[in-house]
C-alpha cells in the first residue's frame, strides 16, 4: 500500500531538517525517536552540546497558520515527557537541553525555506535551559 501524501511530505520535511542541522554542525543522536509518550522528530547536540529536542513541521506554502502553530501545549508536553525518557535511557539527565521547531516549507520536490526557532519553548521538567 503506497504511503498516504503527508506523511511523505512529513518524512520529506525530516530529511531536510536534518540535513540542515548537520551541515550547521549539529550531531544527530536520533531520528523518530519513540516511546509510549510520543515520538521525537529529531534529537542533536548543538556544537556546545546541547542536546536538542526537535519537532519538524513541514507544510506547502501559502497556509494560513505557521506550521509552528501546530505545536500546542499538549504537544510540548509530549515532547518534554519524551525527551525526559530519552535523557534517562541514555543516562544524560542533568545534560543542558533545548526545545526547537524546524519549519520547511516545501514549495516543490527541490525547492524549500527553512525556518529554525531555537528555545520554541520550555520543556519545564530537567536541566538548564540554552
Known sequence: MAMPEHLKTGARGEQLAAR????????????????????????????????????????????????????????????????????????MRGAKTRFDIIEVILYDLFDHEINHIKNAFDGGLFGPEG
Not at 501559502?62 to 499538549?74: K, R
Open 20 to 91: 540542515y542541522l548537520r551541515d550547521n554542525g549539529y550531531e544527530i543522536c536520533a531520528a523518530n525517536y519513540a516511546t509510549a509518550l510520543g515520538e521525537t522528530d529529531i534529537i542533536a547536540a548543538d556544537k556546545d552540546g546541547t542536546i536538542c529536542f526537535v519537532e519538524v513541521k513541514t507544510r506547502a506554502p501559502g497556509g494560513m497558520l505557521p506550521p509552528a502553530e501546530a505545536v500546542d501545549h499538549e504537544k510540548q508536553r509530549r515532547l518534554a515527557n519524551n525527551a525526559a525518557a530519552f535523557l534517562s535511557q541514555t543516562q
